[in-house]
């Protein structure tokens, strides 16, 4: 069974443009989860999509969206790119809602550089 | 306020030694208890995960207890590899409608050959 891909795997990007990431999550899973780490820091959760439902939410500025599309692939955009926003961006899933027990795999993550 | 605290924040031992990592948390009401490890540079691997229920899973050298009435896990890991080098992160939900995940800050455990 193939795991969780994400694309592309590196990108650079100059402040005030804006990014779209891609997930593709297990075969089967409905819940996809975005995490941005930044360099010696823990993962910052930013959202949940479950059938291509918002379910969770992070602290992150309205800058950060995503959305789910109904073959459980999900995208996330970060519009007006600001120096900060550099990190490796983590997307994980689950058969179901992360939090309920299930376990969450995850993908190689997209590094992404603001210059 | 739903935190989950780790402890310590780096540590560093001899390949072949034992250590055990610890975990408090104030989630409540509490659902699941997760640990994770992360390679630097990758997306982290779930090791265990434990229901209120349980006190006690292992995975390989990987055994982590859960006291969930005083709110507390641990990860002990058994007889360490180098490529157990790597950080450990604890990750608890709450048993709310949509059990969102609390992640820990994660120790960083070094093993020196």
């Known amino acids: 069974k193939a795991g969780v891909t994400q694309t592309p795997r590196y990108l650079i990007k100059t402040r005030g443009q804006q990014v779209t990431l891609s997930c593709s999550p297990i075969?089967?899973?409905?819940?996809v989860s975005w995490y941005q780490q930044t360099p010696g820091q823990g993962l910052q959760f930013l959202f949940e999509?479950?059938?291509?439902?918002?379910?969770n939410k992070g602290n992150f500025p309205g800058r950060f969206s995503g959305r789910q599309f109904s073959n459980s692939r999900s995208e996330m955009n970060v519009s007006t790119l600001e120096l900060g926003d550099s990190a490796l961006y983590l997307c994980?899933?689950?058969?179901?809602?992360?939090?309920?027990?299930?376990?969450?795999?995850f993908g190689p993550g997209t590094r992404l550089t603001v210059l | 306020k739903n935190q989950v605290e780790q402890s310590p924040q780096s540590l560093i031992i001899l390949e072949g030694k034992n250590c055990t990592l610890q975990?408090?948390?104030?989630?409540?009401?509490?659902?699941?208890l997760r640990w994770y490890k992360q390679d630097t540079g990758r997306g982290p691997v779930s090791l265990t995960i434990?229901?209120?229920s349980e006190n006690t899973k292992s995975n390989g050298r990987y055994t982590a207890t859960l006291d969930a009435d005083t709110k507390q896990s641990s990860l002990h890991i058994t007889a360490s590899q180098l490529s157990d080098s790597a950080s450990y992160i604890c990750?608890?939900?709450?048993?709310?409608?949509?059990?969102?995940?609390?992640w820990g800050a994660g120790t960083k455990l070094i093993i020196k050959p």
């Open positions: 994980a899933s689950s058969l179901s809602l992360a939090g309920g027990g299930n376990t969450q795999y």
């Open positions: 075969s089967g899973h409905r819940s």
């Open positions: 999509y479950f059938s291509e439902t918002q379910r």
């Open positions: 975990c408090n948390y104030t989630v409540s009401p509490f659902s699941n």
């Open positions: 434990m229901t209120f």
């Open positions: 990750v608890v939900s709450g048993r709310d409608s949509n059990y969102q995940l609390i």
